[in-house]
T-cell receptor, first 117, second 112 residues
Framework: NAGVMQNPRHLVRRRGQEARLRCSPM?????VYWYRQLPEEGLKFMVY????????ESGMPKERFSAEFPKEGPSILRIQQVVRGDSAAYFC???????????????FGPGTRLTVT | DAKTTQPTSMDCAEGRAANLPCNHS???????VYWYRQIHSQGPQYIIH???NNETNEMASLIITEDRKSSTLILPHATLRDTAVYYC?????????????FGAGTRLAVHP
């Protein structure tokens, strides 16, 4: 897991505020996945991005959630007008892409724990 | 997506082998079996993966049945630090990328 950075590690927001979660992948990795983990549950896929492109957002809620991975800088998961049900741990995973071989795995960051009060 | 079934929890004595089973009866021919673990709400950690053959690395061994409908993760000498939730995942390759589908996992408790 070393090398994948997420910040902040803990984030507290009041209902209606915006939350911005950042993920810097491992050096040389240009692919990022975001997953959400509700308390006492397994991780759920949200979105897969390559630099400047959203490839698969089938796990993203249709409203209030968006993600980006710009050419420069970290990937950002943005949640607008947060509600209590958004409280969860959000993990990003870094991947070098298929050019790295089919055996290369996703390397997870430490997560951001979002609490909505 | 092929689904996996794992026991909810297991216990293991420190120093003994931990054998974690996983059923994936609907797995297709080109889907890999992956194991990850999550220690106390940290980010998941890759352990091992396989397609058909048994695999071994410095962390664990993976035994896949001949019909590929089930597998077993073996931690040969469990330590207290192996206490974690272990996820068996059948990896979906679609469009040239791998989307991991996590189930509830097995909560392994290693005790002295």
């Amino acid at each position: 897991n070393a090398g994948v950075m997420q910040n902040p590690r803990h984030l507290v927001r009041r209902r209606g505020q915006e939350a911005r979660l950042r993920c810097s992948p491992m050096k040389g990795h240009s692919h990022v996945y975001w997953y959400r983990q509700l308390p006492e549950e397994g991780l759920k896929f949200m979105v897969y991005l390559q630099k400047e492109n959203i490839i698969d957002e089938s796990g993203m809620p249709k409203e209030r959630f968006s993600a980006e991975f710009p050419k420069e800088g970290p990937s950002i998961l943005r949640i607008q007008q947060v509600v209590r049900g958004d409280s969860a741990a959000y993990f990003c995973a870094s991947w070098p892409g298929i050019a790295g071989g089919r055996g290369y795995e996703q390397y997870f960051g430490p997560g951001t724990r979002l609490t909505v009060t | 997506d092929a689904k996996t079934t794992q026991p909810t929890s297991m216990d293991c004595a420190e120093g003994r082998a931990a054998n974690l089973p996983c059923n994936h009866s609907t797995i297709s021919g080109n889907e890999y079996v992956y194991w990850y673990r999550q220690i106390h709400s940290q980010g998941p950690q890759y352990i091992i993966h396989g397609l058909k053959n048994n695999e071994t690395n410095e962390m664990a061994s993976l035994i896949i049945t001949e019909d590929r409908k089930s597998s077993t993760l073996i931690l040969p000498h469990a330590t207290l630090r192996d206490t974690a939730v272990y996820y068996c995942i059948v990896r979906l390759w679609s469009g040239g990328y791998n989307k991991l589908i996590f189930g509830a996992g097995t909560r392994l408790a290693v005790h002295p």
